[in-house]
């Protein structure tokens, strides 16, 4: 899956995976917003946060219903005018709304792919976990497709030092396995390194 599409009520953000980078489009009402995140950008490192910001909103709201209800209840036992009685209904319609809205959003669970200059937030259960989960996993794919061609394909004068430099730091930033990078490291002990024929020097 090469795009992933997130609304939260008024936030709607689309992901989409290209070659060597992420593109991301989020609209909400009041812009709309597009800009892309370099492959080399954003690192392999994935933190998973559940926020709770709006557990205190949502007690706050629930304690407004209560006393609207209050309210209410001895606005129609002491028979007051009807006027009065819709605008208590409507106050407590009103809050019971936004109190809905806080309960559904007071526990949310993040995911932030990081580890490098930029970060990208993922909601981790939108459309749901599995799909955002194999999302998460075609971007790590497609970034380490991306590193293995740019960076295992030697220029044929390039120093052997160098080599496996560039091998230990691809090993280093998780773009290359363990088993990857000595395979990587025995191919560059032939005489033949990644379809490149070694220098007299590298010998």
């Known amino acids: 899956m090469r795009?992933?599409?997130?609304?939260?009520?008024?936030?709607?953000?689309e992901i989409t995976v290209e070659r060597d980078s992420l593109i991301v489009r989020t609209k909400n009402i009041r812009e709309d917003l597009e800009y892309k995140i370099k492959f080399e950008e954003l690192g392999f490192d994935t933190v998973k946060k559940r926020v709770k910001s709006a557990n205190i909103p949502f007690f706050i709201f629930l304690l407004f219903d209560l006393l609207y209800v209050g309210f209410l209840i001895n606005s129609v036992a002491n028979q007051e005018p009807l006027n009065k009685q819709i605008f208590w209904t409507g106050a407590l319609i009103f809050f019971s709304i936004i109190t809905v809205v806080a309960f559904y959003n007071r526990n949310k669970d993040v995911i932030y792919l990081t580890g490098g200059q930029k970060v990208l937030e993922l909601l981790s259960a939108t459309p749901d976990t599995a799909t955002v989960a194999s999302f998460v996993d075609t971007v790590h794919h497609s970034m380490r497709d991306y590193y293995k061609i740019k960076f295992t394909t030697f220029d044929p004068n390039l120093s052997n030092d160098i080599r496996l430099s560039q091998l230990r730091w691809l090993k280093d930033i998780k773009a290359i396995t363990d088993k990857e990078y000595q395979d990587l490291v025995d191919r560059n002990k032939t005489d033949n390194i990644i379809g490149f024929q070694r220098t007299k020097t590298d010998e």
């Open 3 to 13: 795009q992933l599409t997130q609304k939260n009520w008024t936030t709607k953000k």
